[in-house]
């Protein structure tokens, strides 16, 4: 009888030891628990204030970016309608080939510059005819004072013209309306602040001053 007293008590003792040790491990747990959540809060505001970082870096601007974009779009869109006329105006393949090359490069550009705009809150040009003096609603930066924009009687000739006269006179406004946006594109590389701003600007530069070279040696002057 006394045997299973015995017994039965160190039974009890274990139970309360088991009991105990379970405990301490919970408050263990407990602790690693908090310490993981303080972890892990550290580690949702690192990802918060990179992500925060990115964002301020992807949307620094200044007012260089707005007139660089506000001002190229137009001057993209007057390169699409004097390309869109090689189609059935030009007579040299080389032309019509360049034409169709500065479609493909500059609709895109002129999309994305207006998707930098409205995040900015900026207005976007509007679609005009074309030539620098029907642009309303813009500034002097994007309009008329935008370098080697064709007039109204530039592109109502280029617009009457076929065959060779065509093609010198499409060359001819082209590396100007070329030198144009190599200038904007120079002026906001050295005064912008929006990276995809500067990168698009830097491979205007490089793209339409390979075009200029062409342009010229189709021309004979190369």
């Given at each position: ?6 017994l ?19 408050c ?21 204030s ?33 390309a869109?006329?090689a189609?059935?105006?030009a007579?040299?393949?080389?032309v ?24 900015w ?28 924009m ?19 006179m ?24 929006y ?12 793209a339409?001053?390979?075009?200029i ?6 021309l004979?002057?190369?």
């Amino acid at each position: 009888m006394r045997n299973t007293r015995t017994l039965t008590r160190r039974a009890a003792l274990g139970a309360v030891s088991v009991t105990a040790a379970l405990a301490l491990a919970a408050c263990g747990g407990s602790g690693d628990s908090g310490d993981s959540g303080s972890s892990g809060d550290a580690g949702s505001n690192s990802s918060t204030s990179a992500s925060a970082g990115t964002g301020s870096t992807a949307g620094a601007h200044n007012a260089q970016d707005v007139t660089f974009a506000q001002g190229m779009i137009p001057h993209h869109r007057q390169a699409l309608e004097v390309a869109a006329l090689a189609a059935d105006r030009a007579s040299s393949a080389q032309v019509k080939d360049l034409a169709s090359r500065v479609e493909k490069a500059q609709d895109p550009e002129i999309r994305t510059m207006s998707g930098w705009l409205t995040a900015w809150g900026e207005d976007v040009p509007a679609a005009s005819g074309g030539a620098a003096e029907s642009m309303p609603g813009m500034d002097h930066s994007a309009g008329s004072g935008m370098p080697g924009m064709m007039d109204g009687s530039d592109m109502d000739m280029l617009k009457k013209a076929s065959g060779a006269d065509f093609d010198t006179m499409f060359l001819t406004m082209m590396i100007e309306h070329h030198k144009g946006a190599v200038d904007m594109a120079t002026t906001e590389k050295s005064k912008g602040t929006y990276q995809p701003a500067t990168a698009m600007s830097d491979a205007i530069v490089t793209a339409q001053t390979a075009e200029i070279t062409e342009m010229n040696k189709l021309l004979g002057k190369g």
